[in-house]
């Protein structure tokens, strides 16, 4: 039986350098066609009842029956040491460092008491096996790129949209002169209507990644993608959608009444999930 959706909600967008998730469906975010943006992904839970475990890149959620990894970080998308932590889907976490744990809010009490460096011990049950699974706490610099964005939601649409990130801090942009906006993760874009144009509202971090030299900033009102001319956010974010991967992206833009021309190499992968948590 699916749960009911609340009428507020929130979709918590994760950006990752070099990752291979799929860009999900939640209020308005693009969904790729054909594969050109990786599988798609979304997952309900109720807040507080979701965390990431940023070392493998996992998502753990607490169920009726405590602790589950509901999704395991493909090997590709972590560092290093952490390529062989065996974690795997479906795993259940019932210890951490000797100590039982059932919640969410234990397990990040739980990972924040234990030093940088020093060994995070998980005692898990596969098919009914106990098990250790073990790897250090790793620090913040050594860990692949994440930003968060969250996308609040009501009856009339977005109303707001929030980031935390390592490099941007926090910052919040209210709906209230906007109109229809649309994160772009693959893009490192949040575009929306603003007084009739498509403007860009926040650039993410993984754009410097895509965009070395003429960067798209904040402020930016975009006017064509690949030659065309764009009139609306719900275009530019389809028409890059269908852009083939490896292919030149050019988007051409006014800033301070100067035009300008952005131009990077679409990624196989825009490297987001999506959690869609109600509330």
């Not at 969904?31 to 493998?56: A, C, N, Q, R, Y």
């Not at 951490?96 to 990040?108: A, D, M, S």
Request: aromatic residues 4%; contains cysteine.
């Amino acid at each position: 039986m699916l749960r009911k959706v609340l009428t507020a909600a929130a979709c918590l967008i994760l950006i990752l350098s070099a990752s291979s998730f799929g860009l999900g469906d939640c209020p308005g975010t693009s969904k790729g066609s054909s594969g050109k943006e990786g599988g798609v992904k979304m997952m309900v839970f109720d807040k507080g009842s979701v965390t990431i475990l940023k070392e493998t890149g996992s998502i753990i959620v607490t169920d009726d029956k405590g602790l589950k990894v509901e999704m395991a970080g493909p090997e590709e998308t972590r560092t290093g040491k952490y390529k062989d932590v065996d974690l795997q889907k479906g795993d259940r976490i019932i210890m951490l460092n000797g100590k039982r744990i059932n919640t969410v809010q234990e397990f990040e009490d739980g990972y924040r008491a234990v030093e940088i460096g020093s060994d995070i011990e998980l005692g898990v049950k596969r098919d009914n096996i106990m098990m250790i699974v073990s790897f250090p706490r790793a620090a913040e610099d050594d860990l692949p790129m994440m930003q968060a964005m969250m996308i609040t939601e009501d009856d009339q649409g977005i109303s707001s949209i929030e980031t935390a990130g390592d490099e941007t801090g926090i910052k919040k942009i209210s709906a209230e002169d906007l109109t229809a906006i649309k994160p772009v993760p693959g893009a490192g874009l949040v575009v929306a209507e603003k007084e009739g144009d498509v403007t860009v509202m926040m650039v993410l971090p993984n754009a410097k990644e895509l965009m070395k030299e003429n960067r798209l900033e904040e402020g930016d009102i975009i006017i064509s993608l690949q030659g065309d001319e764009i009139s609306t956010s719900k275009q530019f974010a389809g028409e890059y959608d269908e852009i083939p991967v490896g292919s030149k992206v050019s988007i051409n833009y006014v800033r301070d009444g100067e035009t300008g021309t952005a131009t990077f190499t679409k990624q196989e992968s825009s490297g987001a999930m999506e959690l869609k948590i109600e509330r």
